[in-house]
């Protein structure tokens, strides 16, 4: 691949390297999948920053005409995109120019590749966000689908109110009862995912240039969903009690952010569960400087030990607290359903919002996650759930302590989904994916779950989802590849190229 | 109620009326169901605006204070929605001033108002824009159902790719060939209901300000995406032949739209098809003034008489043509499955901003219509429906004929669900669609279609799902209160609060 940098023109430089590097693909010089060098590589090469090497490859990508895969590096995927081969007019679209700011800023591929890991049955995944696929209770749902399609089908087939369908709806009241919270029927929405939950409360609360404030490390889809929204995103650190109130005060009182983001519960990714003090201490913040809290509580139902502490929305008096939660990390995460329980206002206005995006969430998945409440399947099965990760969670602890070497810290979480791993200064986690994925073993690399580039010597580990007799063997190859990666230079050796920051 | 008006003060008066109206129903002197006078009335009694009691019954909707049903006006919804009730500090958070300004113009309920008047049976409703209900292979879907959770029923659980389920886009791409569109795979996204189409194209197209072009009239939900998304709406006129070429051309010159959105085949609410002649000539606008063009094409299908002409996407030489389309009017509206075929740099724009938004479509919906179109079933239930909604207009134009005043006009609809009326221009569909569900009649109002107010004497009536022995009934008592319209002066007898345009 032959580029020439020309200092002296007014074209920016990203523009010439990409340029020459389309042209080339587009003349057929550059074949289908021919791989191109790694952006550090290429930047050292031609003596230019590696953001401008990256900034060209974005392009590239956008355009359609490379793509970046875990384990493979970046390739060349086309060679006639419809573009560029008439030189009279009219002449095809040139679509990227026509795409949004806010559309520009949503381009980000490290779930794309965390969903194809998890698909993949040739690697133990400790990547995926997902329950253990044995453990659906298929049998159960034929069951049950059949009596939704056998008396008043068209319930399933139907449209639903925005807001959810009304027997679902009554079933979500009365688990939310269970924890505490105490909401009416018109404080409720169901969503398609907790994942429209980040996106609506986004739409509405966030401008561009607002600040939201986080955990840090949190939850990379909601980083990018912010991020989106073009807001401006404040981490607060956590310690094992949860985000710092020592350091959200000030936080609060230099940004006076639009939103307060908190996974009180077995925190993602380091599985920290917040205390009550803080819980109370967030609240009273909250109350004295008028900032709604966003509750994001997946896992709280998951819990192997320890006694369960109240949610915020359950101690909030005041109705700041809107609480997001799912179905999904309990079963079917397919068949996207979460919901919101919130101030009569926001659900409101969360149903003028949704109306446009989706009109209502799948009246099927809806009709059979209600009747899996209704006929009391959702307990036993959150029982039998209980027991088999705590099960997986131990071996998992246990493969840690066998195989991992000294300078390796991790936690033991009381609930949830996830080991959150501390390696050795040097390691980039990121860098070491491509080698994990080469060995068979995938994780999230710590670098995603912050949003300036700190946590490249961490990794999230999941128990959840991995087979039983996988852990073990999976943890045990992970082990390998970092020590491996710590005596010998990896670093330059194959493209880097999970870039969850953009 | 007792409102007073101070011309003097510095608050604004709509805010006056709004707070005192508050502060009337917070005290408990307005119950629960006390019903407020219709906003003309009051604005006449206080000598103000019309406007601005609009303004102030909006902001008391939005804080939850009051509501606006189809026939019964509006109403105080609640005496102690959490506000005000303590005079000290912390006080409740005064959650509609975080509401971000694209938030806000989400605001309309007319489509909430017609779902929930599709879902009431005590009504007929014409308003519906779904299939015939009794016309749903129950059974079908019911055996496909029990195949899918037998073999490989992971699928259905677990996450499939943003971009779809593979299966399903493969069918999709065998049922445009159909449609003389042919597409490879990454041509393809399958989206939650063609509803997120129009969404995700409006977040990557539109920025606030931008200007799209649409029919006029056209379908109220897109209207309401655009304008939620800040965009200015240019509408072109249409005649039997569908969008007028000679008006369009001009009208690109002048605002350089971002965006062409047309419904070419059956458009709604007119029923009209663009000619071929008018297709072509529309693709060498898009090509000369480099404009794409959002091809709409749910009922392109359902044609009873006469001969198909190609959709714009098959006739697209330079992929300027991104094309939406849906199941939910050939079956299953509420499994919320639509698609959108477009050049592969616009797929992966839209994969990165549906990610955000849901990560995927229900994993279970995608797998059962998978089923349905792989066995065969699609183009047999398709046979099914043409036969039996040719009937159903049929009986309509019938009863249209024999109740009709004969200043009524209506079209003859080759295929697609609606009939177009245009009445008188005395008569207010609008105000006159209260009195018609007292009657237990509904339609669309005109005015829903157009986006400046005009369409108040159309309305659009829809034949494909009320049962076939309902529609003469139901067009004889519609005619019976538009004549008792014409003789009496409805027009401030009862609140008018389906208000589509904002």
Same mark, same amino acid.
């Given at each position: 691949m032959n580029i020439t940098i020309? @200092?002296? !023109?007014?074209?920016p430089i990203y523009l010439q390297i990409k340029h020459q590097i389309q042209e080339q693909i587009l003349s057929g010089k550059l074949a289908a999948d021919f791989p191109l060098p790694p952006e550090r590589k290429l930047a050292e090469s031609l003596g230019v920053n590696r953001t401008t090497v990256f900034n060209a490859y974005q392009e590239l990508k956008a355009d359609g005409l490379i793509a970046s895969h875990v384990g493979r590096g970046t390739i060349v995927i086309s060679t006639n995109d419809g573009a560029g081969n008439s030189g009279s007019h009219p002449s095809p679209l040139l679509w990227r120019q026509l795409f949004s700011e806010s559309a520009s800023r949503a381009r980000d591929s490290l779930l794309g590749n965390i969903l194809q890991m998890v698909s993949r049955h040739d690697i133990i995944s400790f990547a995926a966000g997902v329950p253990a696929q044995e453990l659906e209770p298929v049998d159960v749902i034929r069951d049950l689908q059949t009596q939704v399609l056998k008396d008043g089908g068209q319930a399933a087939f139907l449209h639903t109110p925005v807001e959810g369908h009304h027997p679902l709806r009554e079933s979500i009241v009365k688990l939310l009862e269970s924890r505490e919270i105490n909401v009416s029927l018109d404080e409720l929405i169901v969503l398609s995912g907790s994942q429209q939950g980040l996106d609506i409360a986004s739409r509405i609360f966030?401008? !561009? *240039?607002d600040v939201v404030i986080v955990e840090e490390p949190t939850f990379f889809c909601a980083l990018q969903t912010f991020r989106a929204a073009g807001a401006r995103i404040v981490g607060v650190p956590i310690d094992e009690n949860g985000m710092r109130m020592d350091a959200l005060k000030p936080l609060i009182e230099k940004y006076r952010p639009k939103l307060i983001y908190t996974i009180p519960n077995f925190q993602n990714p380091s599985g920290v569960v917040m205390n009550l003090e803080r819980r109370l201490e967030m609240l009273d913040l909250a109350y004295h400087y008028q900032i709604p809290i966003l509750e994001d509580d997946p $896992? *709280?139902?998951? @819990? $192997?030990?320890g006694k369960a502490v109240p949610p915020l929305k359950a101690l909030d008096r005041l109705g700041y607290v809107m609480y997001l939660s799912t179905f999904s990390k309990i079963l079917c995460p397919g068949f996207r359903v979460g919901w919101m329980a919130a101030p009569k206002p926001v659900i409101r206005q969360f149903a003028w919002v949704k109306q446009n995006m989706d009109l209502h969430t799948s009246s099927l998945s809806q009709c059979l996650l209600d009747r899996f409440c209704r006929e009391n399947y959702f307990s036993n099965h959150l029982k039998t759930l209980n027991q088999r990760y705590l099960q997986r969670r131990n071996i998992m602890l246990r493969a840690l302590e066998r195989y991992a070497m000294p300078d390796i810290f991790w936690n033991t979480p009381q609930g949830g989904y996830y080991i959150w791993c501390c390696l050795s200064e040097d390691v980039n986690t990121t860098q070491l994916l491509t080698k994990a994925t080469e060995h068979r073993v995938a994780y999230v690399p710590g670098e995603a779950f912050y949003n300036d580039g700190q946590g490249q010597n961490y990794l999230r580990l999941n128990f959840s989802y991995p087979a039983v007799d996988q852990i073990d063997i999976g943890i045990k190859k992970l082990m390998q590849v970092i020590q491996e990666s710590v005596v010998t230079t990896i670093d330059e050796e194959f493209p880097l190229e999970v870039r969850p920051i953009i």
């Open positions: 020309d @200092r002296e !023109s007014t074209t966030l401008e !561009s *240039g $896992y *709280g139902l998951l @819990r $192997y030990e």
